[in-house]
């Protein structure tokens, strides 16, 4: 090969390296601010919960007032489908909801803070949402009666199926 | 080569039949029931002046009965799927308007001037992007199928249901995506070692999130810009939806607005309480991204009919999350006898893959299977084998061999065979 079949060769490599590698460096420097303003990913040990606290039984009349039309008299179910289940997870018919089947409290705070109700959402402070949460958690037979939520507890409340998960395509580090 | 040679027993004629020879055709597949030609086309269209010209195209009135069939909650209107009509489509490109869809709560309209990209989390310098700026990135295109993790979830039923081929099977659709490779912007913010996973969150009104694998983000997901040489449709996502090639559809996050790279799942909603399967001992499988070999007989199929014996061409779609079809056969016997169906390139990974194979039917009753084997020699299975597998409360991931039972009259049911 001579030396500017080298050459050319070389700096379409370059060429095509640096169109697989980099774009024009568009993305604008996001300040700690811009960060606290974006919407907070919440994990099952507690991270990205907002600070707050509920009650069960305010939680009740929240969960009366805001989401019985699609689930439910205590979650029992509706167009929405159900909540709480007394049924099991093995048998002919089993019946996974959120006090049999799911893994972690801080994903029932989490997505009925994003979603739910499914008319107005995000329409829920965050006290109502620690306490519909609160309610729910004490249908599951997980918190008393009296009981009350807030972003130090709710980590903390364990839910029965935590175990109940194989990863398939990913591997736990 | 004699006739008999290449025709067996079930009436399946080698896939090169068509292609040797100009064999003649019955009269086409019907479509039951027939649709009405409207009042106002002229008789002879070579005598009148044809319609002016459009903006933007729309299909023929008269293939106005192929369209997405929608299953929503009664209660919330954005909240259900509709489903791709692969029994009235060819080859291997969905349409972007018969795209299947599956929205939470509704199709958000979303100001792409004003919509943001925000990278944060484990990087060295968080950033936020613009849709313009996009645009100016090196752009890549795929041609694959986005997959439901629940399409087929019928199937799991004791009962096969009755409806057209595209109703039980068609939360899956192919198509050309066009964007950004989401490594360019991963490297410009700077992953940090630590980080293992993204969370991927949506503008749309749950909040869609889920997590992502850091290595397969890097290997080929694409930040889509473009769905099949235009800019995303509302419904697919725009103005950016990440593609997540092979993966199921629920990771391939629609109206995208934020990565959070992290060292563990988020355990969100939709990677917990659903996009989970629930097996026979009580455990679930969870991160089950990968969507496994699959292919159906896509003509003729439930809904048509076969209005005289005589040679038909048997159509499908094959494809697999792991890589390219290898093999699809086909059976006319429920599965007593197999033959190689043709495969019609392009034949990519993951992506849809046309399958045909002509047939020859005497009128009898048959049950028309096909059967895909990938690149990595997963073998589609039998129904049977999946359920005695995974039992059927998993909902998620069914990808079992389907049958049609074709009858004397010539009508095709969906059966369990």
Not at chain 1, 8 to 35: F, M, Y
Not at chain 2, 119 to 148: D, M, N
Not at chain 2, 273 to 294: C, H, I, N, W
Request: aromatic share 8%; glycine share 10%.
């Amino acid at each position: 090969m001579s030396t500017p079949e080298r050459l050319l060769l070389a700096s379409w490599l370059l060429i095509a390296t640096a169109a697989q590698a980099a774009g024009p460096g568009l993305g604008k420097p996001l300040s700690a601010a811009d960060i606290a303003a974006l919407p907070r990913s919440v994990f099952p040990d507690g991270r990205g919960l907002a600070a707050g606290r509920g009650t069960v039984s305010d939680g009740k009349v929240i969960y009366d007032a805001q989401c019985t039309s699609c689930h439910g008299i205590a979650g029992r179910g509706g167009s929405g489908g159900h909540l709480i289940s007394d049924g099991k997870l093995t048998g002919a018919d089993p019946d996974p909801a959120v006090n049999t089947y799911w893994p972690y409290a801080t994903t029932l705070w989490d997505f009925t803070r994003r979603a739910m109700p499914m008319t107005a959402p995000g329409s829920l402070s965050v006290d109502e949402t620690y306490a519909v949460t609160a309610y729910l958690l004490h249908l599951s037979g997980l918190i008393e009666a009296d009981g009350v939520l807030d972003e130090q507890s709710l980590p903390k409340v364990r839910m029965p199926n935590r175990d109940g998960f194989d990863w398939i395509d990913a591997k736990r580090h | 080569m004699s006739e008999g040679d290449e025709t067996s027993a079930s009436g399946l004629l080698d896939r090169r039949l068509f292609l040797r020879r100009g064999l003649r055709w019955s009269a086409a597949i019907a479509a039951a029931p027939s649709i009405a030609i409207a009042a106002d086309i002229p008789s002879d269209p070579t005598r009148t002046p044809g319609q002016p010209f459009s903006n933007y195209g729309q299909p023929s009135p008269q293939e106005k009965a192929t369209i997405r069939w929608i299953s929503a909650n009664r209660a919330v209107a954005g909240n259900g799927v509709s489903w791709t009509p692969l029994h009235d489509l060819e080859g291997i490109i969905t349409p972007s308007g018969l795209h299947f869809e599956r929205h939470h709560n509704g199709v958000p309209q979303i100001d792409a001037e004003a919509h943001r990209l925000s990278v944060h989390g484990l990087v060295q310098r968080p950033l936020s992007f613009t849709i313009e700026a996009l645009k100016r990135y090196p752009q890549r295109s795929r041609i694959g199928f986005v997959e439901c993790g629940g399409n087929s979830n019928s199937s799991w039923n004791l009962e096969p249901l009755q409806t057209r081929a595209g109703y039980l099977h068609g939360l899956a659709s192919n198509s050309e995506w066009t964007g950004v490779p989401l490594s360019i912007v991963l490297d410009e913010a700077g992953v940090d070692p630590a980080a293992r996973w993204l969370v991927l969150e949506a503008s749309d009104a749950i909040g869609m999130n889920m997590s992502l694998p850091l290595a397969k983000a890097r290997k080929d997901c694409l930040l889509a810009l473009y769905q099949n040489g235009e800019r995303l449709r509302p419904e697919q996502g725009y103005p950016l939806r990440l593609i997540v090639p092979g993966w199921e559809g629920v990771l391939n996050v629609k109206w995208l607005s934020r990565i959070e790279l992290t060292t563990e799942p988020v355990m969100s909603r939709n990677e917990t309480s659903r996009y989970t399967e629930l097996q026979p001992d009580g455990r679930a499988r969870q991160f089950t991204f990968v969507m496994d070999v699959k292919s159906l007989i896509t003509s003729p199929s439930p809904g048509h009919l076969l209005n005289e014996k005589g040679l038909y061409e048997i159509r499908g779609l094959a494809w697999s999350g792991r890589g390219k079809i290898k093999r699809v056969e086909v059976s006319a016997d429920a599965g007593k006898t197999w033959k190689p169906a043709a495969l019609q390139g392009p034949v990519l990974p993951m992506s849809f893959t046309r399958f045909r194979i002509p047939w020859r039917w005497d009128g009898a009753a048959a049950t028309l299977q096909s059967r895909a084997v990938d690149d990595t020699g997963a073998v589609q299975p039998t129904r049977a084998a999946l359920v005695a597998k995974r039992g059927r409360a998993g909902y998620f991931h069914y990808n079992a061999i389907v049958s049609w039972q074709v009858s004397e009259d010539g009508e095709l049911s969906h059966v369990y065979a």
